[in-house]
């Protein structure tokens, strides 16, 4: 049997190149987004091209039933990877924000996120093997005007998948779970969060396809965080050892430059 695997958000960027990248790998696949007719497209495009079998899986994870629907999915099936892919960003400051549009990420960042991983860690531990891909964000170790939520669900993502690692490493179970953070990328993300692409420097974009390549190759080799790039890599140490009102003070101005406020 081929291993299987469930992605969401599998409908276009960093979401699709996942299924690209597994289905090459020989991975059957459930692909799971809102837009049932675009994941179609991805699931012809890799059955063909890789003899693979790709099931669709059109659901809403914002929604409550289309969270249950795929955690049923994935208790029914031995899942060998999940990655929680599915996400969206918006600028603006908080108290002027539509508040549902913030109860919408906050939704779909955490809660279906921590839905989805607790029914597939079940089996996994179970059986002994598998693995788990939390799609975070470079912005999930710094807080960001204009992005409160944003920033605020990902460290929520970033803390719950170390937590998780930690509890495996008591089990000493071989299942794996990581933390990716990319930074700007190529993708349909910032095209629909509004963000001018010419207002962020060039060297700070990723192509998709670098940022599941280093993913994969960091799930191998059991890395917890995977951090995209040494740009980011060293915005992520600096962060982390600089003094807290230098970077809130940079923070602030990178938000203006980019367009978030």
């Known amino acids: 049997m081929r291993p299987l695997a469930l992605i969401t958000g599998a409908s276009a960027g960093i979401g699709a190149v996942f299924a690209r990248r597994l289905a090459g790998r020989g991975h059957d696949l459930i692909l799971v987004a809102r837009r049932e007719e675009k994941l179609r497209e991805v699931a012809w495009e890799l059955e063909a091209a890789h003899g693979i079998r790709c099931e669709v899986l059109a659901a809403d994870l914002v929604a409550d039933e289309g969270q249950a629907r795929v955690a049923e999915r994935i208790a029914a099936v031995p899942l060998d990877l999940l990655v929680n892919n599915a996400g969206f960003g918006a600028r603006g400051f908080f108290h002027l924000a539509d508040l549902a549009v913030q109860e919408r990420m906050h939704r779909l960042h955490v809660l279906a996120t921590m839905r989805l991983t607790h029914e597939a860690l079940k089996g996994m531990v179970a059986r002994g093997r598998g693995g788990i891909i939390n799609v975070s964000s470079v912005a999930g170790f710094f807080a960001t005007p204009g992005g ?19 509890e495996l490493r008591l089990l000493d179970s071989p299942v794996k779970v990581q933390a990716l953070c990319p930074g700007f990328t190529y993708s349909e993300f910032h095209d629909l969060l509004g963000v001018d692409r010419g ?16 993913s994969l190759r960091g799930l191998d080799r059991g890395k917890l965080y995977v951090v995209t ?13 600089a003094p807290a009102p230098l ?10 430059a980019s367009g978030r406020i």
């Open 148 to 166: 409160a939520s944003y920033s605020a669900t990902k460290a929520w993502m970033n803390c719950f998948t170390e937590g998780i690692a930690l």
């Open 199 to 214: 207002k962020v420097a060039k060297w700070l974009w990723l192509s998709p396809e670098f940022v599941v390549d280093e």
């Open 229 to 241: 790039g040494w740009k980011y890599r060293l915005l992520v140490a600096f962060a982390k050892l």
């Open 247 to 256: 970077v809130q003070s940079l923070n602030g101005r990178r938000a203006k």
